[in-house]
């Protein structure tokens, strides 16, 4: 398992094809090469559910280092 740089809550928004918007929350793993994301905090046992795009990883660490610089 590779290192785990930062985990948390976070909202996920989105827009249906018919106009509809949604909003899940979900629980994040950041790893050195990877953004997971789950409907719970896993346990031992991580079953991803999805993995991101380059766009999505840096807008998590854009946030993460806008919330470092706030404290």
Do not use: C
Not at 27 to 39: D, G, I, N, S, T
Not at 41 to 59: A, Y
């Amino acid at each position: 398992m590779s290192k785990v740089i930062y985990e948390g809550w976070m909202v996920r928004y989105g827009r249906r094809k018919i106009g509809r918007s949604f909003i899940h929350r979900r629980y994040f793993v950041l790893e050195p090469r990877l953004l997971a994301y789950y409907k719970k905090k896993p346990q031992d046992n991580r079953v991803i559910t999805s993995s991101s795009s380059s766009s999505l990883l840096s807008e998590i660490f854009n946030v993460i280092e806008k919330k470092k610089d706030l404290t």
